[in-house]
T-cell receptor
Framework: EAQVTQNPRYLITVTGKKLTVTCSQN?????MSWYRQDPGLGLRQIYY???????DKGDVPEGYKVSRKEKRNFPLILESPSPNQTSLYFCASSKGQGVDNQPQHFGDGTRLSIL | GEDVEQSLFLSVREGDSSVINCTYTDSSSTYLYWYKQEPGAGLQLLTYIFSNMDMKQDQRLTVLLNKKDKHLSLRIADTQTGDSAIYFC??????????????FGRGTQLTVWP
C-alpha cells in the first residue's frame, strides 16, 4: 500500500529539548516536503527536497532543519523547540517531475506541543 | 508569491448542494487541486483539474475552473453529513515555481446539518 508514514503522531515536550519527527514514503517519490498547519492559516511549507541531498527552504523554515540522506526518508529536526512551534505537522511526497506535477500524498500528521 | 484565497466556513443542509469557492493568483498554474481533511486525519486528495480544462466531474463532485478570473469551485451534490470536513484548494504554481510545490488556501470548514 502506497503511504507516507510519520512518527510520532503525538508529542508533548519542553522548550529547548531537541526532537526529530520522522517521515518515510514507499512510493520512490523524488519530491518530499514538510508543512505546518495552524488554525486560520492553512498549510505553510517549512522545507522541501527535490531529491537525495537536495533540500531548500519553504515559507517558514526558521527553527527547523531537515536532511535527505535516502530517497524514502525526510526527517524534520527541531534543534531547540519553542512554544511557537506548537502545531500540526504534515509530511508529503510526490513524483514532482516536470511541470506535470503529480498529486502530493500526505502523512496522517504529527501533533507537537511545546511547553 | 502565489496567493490562494477561500472563504473559511460553509454550512449546508443534508441533501443540498455545497459550493466551495477559491481564487488564486498564479495564472500559469498547471494543476489545481481540492483536498479534504477530516478531523484528526491528514489531507486526502479529492480531485484535481488541469489548467486547460473548464470542468471536471467525478461522481458527486464537479470542479469548475474559470481561468480568466482565476476562480476555482468545488460542487458537492447531495451533500451528506460524512462530507463535513475542511476542504483545501491548492495550486501547483508554474513559471518559476518550484516543481512539485503546492500553494494552499486556508481551508473551508464545511458543516452539514442533518
Amino acid at each position: 500500500e502506497a503511504q507516507v508514514t510519520q512518527n510520532p503522531r503525538y508529542l508533548i515536550t519542553v522548550t529547548g529539548k531537541k526532537l526529530t519527527v520522522t517521515c518515510s514514503q514507499n512510493m520512490n517519490h523524488e519530491y518530499m516536503s514538510w508543512y505546518r498547519q495552524d488554525p486560520g492559516l492553512g498549510l505553510r511549507q517549512i522545507y522541501y527536497s527535490m531529491n537525495v541531498e537536495v533540500t531548500d527552504k519553504g515559507d517558514v523554515p526558521e527553527g527547523y532543519k531537515v536532511s535527505r540522506k535516502e530517497k524514502r526518508n525526510f526527517p524534520l529536526i527541531l534543534e531547540s523547540p519553542s512554544p511557537n512551534q506548537t502545531s500540526l505537522y504534515f509530511c508529503a511526497s510526490s513524483k514532482g517531475q516536470g511541470v506535470d506535477n503529480q498529486p502530493q500524498h500526505f502523512g496522517d500528521g504529527t501533533r507537537l506541543s511545546i511547553l | 508569491g502565489e496567493d490562494v484565497e477561500q472563504s473559511l466556513f460553509l454550512s449546508v443542509r443534508e441533501g443540498d448542494s455545497s459550493v466551495i469557492n477559491c481564487t488564486y493568483t498564479d495564472s500559469s498554474s498547471t494543476y489545481l487541486y481540492w483536498y479534504k481533511q477530516e478531523p484528526g486525519a491528514g489531507l486526502q486528495l479529492l480531485t484535481y483539474i488541469f489548467s486547460n480544462m473548464d470542468m471536471k466531474q467525478d461522481q458527486r463532485l464537479t470542479v469548475l475552473l474559470n481561468k480568466k478570473d482565476k476562480h476555482l469551485s468545488l460542487r458537492i451534490a447531495d451533500t451528506q453529513t460524512g462530507d463535513s470536513a475542511i476542504y483545501f484548494c491548492a495550486e501547483s504554481g508554474g513559471g518559476g515555481s518550484t516543481l512539485g510545490r503546492l500553494y494552499f488556501g486556508r481551508g473551508t470548514q464545511l458543516t452539514v446539518w442533518p
